[in-house]
T-cell receptor, first 113, second 113 residues
């Protein structure tokens, strides 16, 4: 079975550009999580969805960040405009039920120049 | 709010040494406790878990016991291998309602031959 799929795996962009990260959760999972990981701040929960509905976006750093989940098999995290301090590894994770084990994707390494 | 504190790394050990990574938590009620592991270039994956006091989670030679009296969930392994080099995250899931996992900052382990 395929795990959580993220694309692209690496993204290099220039400051001010729009960046879109994509995630396909494991089929049948009803929770989807977006995390950001940096050396300085560690692993941060940005937002999570339940049955495609955003439940808590309090971790989204600012209005430049937005996330959508148009259906059960796809989610995007968008940064517009991007800034160098957004450089990080972004992980998507999914679970079946919130208490259940979270399955993480391989991450997208974003570099904003 | 709920929180997890784990020992800061990096931790460097020789092969076959004994490993302990300390983790303590603050939470109301009876949370579930987890250890996740992140190998280089990968997403996090569940290593072991415990859902009630005195439970012992174990996997791949790693163990952790849920100690409510000391609010701890220390990770141990009797003999580490080079392949255990990774970042280890302690996490908790509150028993109170619709809340996501709370992760510690992670502890980097390097095992040298």
């Amino acid at each position: 079975d395929a795990g959580v799929i993220q694309s692209p795996r690496h993204e290099v962009t220039e400051m001010g550009q729009e960046v879109t990260l994509r995630c396909k959760p494991i089929s049948g999972h009803d929770y989807l999580f977006w995390y950001r990981q940096t050396m300085m701040r560690g692993l941060e929960l940005l937002i999570y969805f339940n049955n495609n509905v955003p439940i808590d976006d309090s971790g989204m750093p600012e209005d430049r960040f937005s996330a959508k989940m148009p259906n059960a098999s796809f989610s995007t995290l968008k940064i517009q405009p991007s800034e160098p301090r957004d450089s990080a590894v972004y992980f998507c994770a999914s679970s079946k039920g919130q208490i259940a084990q979270q399955f993480f994707g391989p991450g997208t390494r974003l570099t904003v120049l | 709010g709920d929180s997890v504190t784990q020992m800061e790394g990096p931790v460097t050990l020789s092969e076959e040494a004994f490993l302990t990574i300390n983790c303590t938590y603050t939470a109301t009620g009876y949370p579930s406790l987890f250890w996740y592991v992140q190998y280089p270039g990968e997403g996090l994956q569940l290593l072991l878990k415990a859902t009630k006091a005195d439970d012992k989670g174990s996997n791949k030679g790693f163990e952790a016991t849920y100690r409510k009296e000391t609010t701890s969930f220390h990770l141990e392994k009797g003999s580490v291998q080079v392949s255990d080099s990774a970042v280890y995250f302690c996490a908790l899931k509150s028993s109170a309602g619709n809340t996501p996992l709370v992760f510690g900052k992670g502890t980097r382990l390097s095992v040298i031959a």
